[in-house]
């Protein structure tokens, strides 16, 4: 007999998270949780960000029968200071200007959902991003182009924004917004192999 295999849902508006799993070969449904990440206030990234998964996947799971639902949430820390997305361009131009030449610990949550199971599974990826050292110039360009604010952290390592890190330590596709590794660990403890979402 061969296994159920549920829909795949992505509860989040993110385009890059939703090209990593196009990529690996899952056409999710997307479900953008719109949570109110406010309701959230925790001082250390680990749990803050696997909570903040958990309320964007719960909340998109009350609209499914028997899928997959998966929530992320990203945030930096640089200098022991969280980061999420910049509220504009000049907190941007400030952060920028306060982590080049550093190192930040870029930390994602993931929860996944499985309704059909009624199994819940919570983790976490931390991958250290070693930012360049650059100019002002340079720094308000790359916020002019408005990449930074749709971003944790103030940048899109897949986009403009890889062209100013130097390197990264961990998990590549984590800085992303999604850790594929940890992704394919949680789908094989609920007993799925990725290739079963290939259609």
Partial sequence: MSKYIPTFVLASASSARKRLL???????????SNFDESQVQLKE?????????????????????????????SVLRVGGEIHGKPANPQE??????????TVGELYTGHALLDLSQNETLVGCSMTKVYFAQV????ISDYVATGEPLK?????????????LVDQIEGCH?????LS???LRQMLGELGYEVTDFWH
């Fill in 92 to 101: 941007a131009i400030a952060r920028w200007q306060q982590m080049r030449g």
């Fill in 173 to 177: 596709s984590n800085v992303i917004g």
């Fill in 135 to 138: 100019s002002d110039r340079v």
């Fill in 180 to 182: 594929l590794p940890l």
């Fill in 45 to 73: 990234p680990v749990p803050l960000v696997e909570t903040l998964a958990r309320h964007k996947a719960q909340t998109v799971a009350t609209e499914f029968s028997k899928a997959l639902v998966l929530g992320c949430d």
């Fill in 151 to 163: 971003c944790a952290g103030s940048f899109a390592l897949e986009g403009q924004g890889g062209f």
């Fill in 22 to 32: 196009q990529t690996i070969g899952i056409e999710p449904v997307v479900q953008p």
